[in-house]
């Protein structure tokens, strides 16, 4: 199966998490505790999300973590390389002189065009597409209108 990583997966929530409140700086315990992570698991991927310019992060009493740019300017290609490194499905995929197989392989071809179809999918996916959508609104009747009337 393929598949990225749990700590991939945890830190594409830790950053829809931050995405979902833009003008807030968030303690790494209020993100663990929204996203049901274990503290250190927060802070060891928010180590690695700022390292990738990808969450900006400010000490002190306030301090905190927010996204380092708008949830729309942020693709899910950057938070994979950010925890796993360049994308590519095969070491060849990524680059050339990594296999001694490379000149006699027939497969090599299909799966750079793999690799290519995978990368611009992760990099057309934007954070704010990984958000939940809002609800719709809900319309209320006052309870003094219901008074009286009859069901259908």
Same mark, same amino acid.
């Given at each position: ?21 833009? @003008?807030?700086? #968030?303690?790494?315990?209020?993100? /663990?505790? =929204?996203?049901? +992570?274990?503290?250190?698991?927060? $802070? ?28 729309? @300017?942020?693709? #899910?290609?950057?938070?994979?390389? /950010?925890? =796993?490194?360049? +994308?590519?499905?095969?070491?060849? $995929? ?59």
């Amino acid at each position: 199966m393929f598949r990225v990583s749990r700590l991939t997966d945890y830190a594409t929530v830790v950053m829809t998490c931050i995405a979902a409140h833009p @003008a807030s700086v #968030l303690s790494t315990a209020q993100i /663990a505790d =929204e996203t049901h +992570l274990e503290l250190p698991t927060v $802070s060891k991927l928010l180590k690695s999300l700022g390292h990738a310019g990808l969450v900006d992060s400010f000490r002190g009493v306030n301090g905190g973590y927010r996204l380092a740019r708008p949830a729309e @300017a942020i693709s #899910l290609a950057e938070i994979v390389e /950010a925890m =796993e490194g360049p +994308l590519g499905m095969t070491e060849c $995929s990524v680059a050339e002189g990594q296999c001694e197989r490379e000149g006699l392989c027939n497969v090599r071809g299909s799966w750079r065009r793999i690799n290519s179809v995978l990368d611009g999918a992760l990099r057309t996916m934007s954070l704010a597409d990984m958000l939940p959508a809002p609800r719709p609104a809900v319309a209320t009747v006052p309870l003094t209108e219901l008074k009286g009337r009859t069901a259908p």
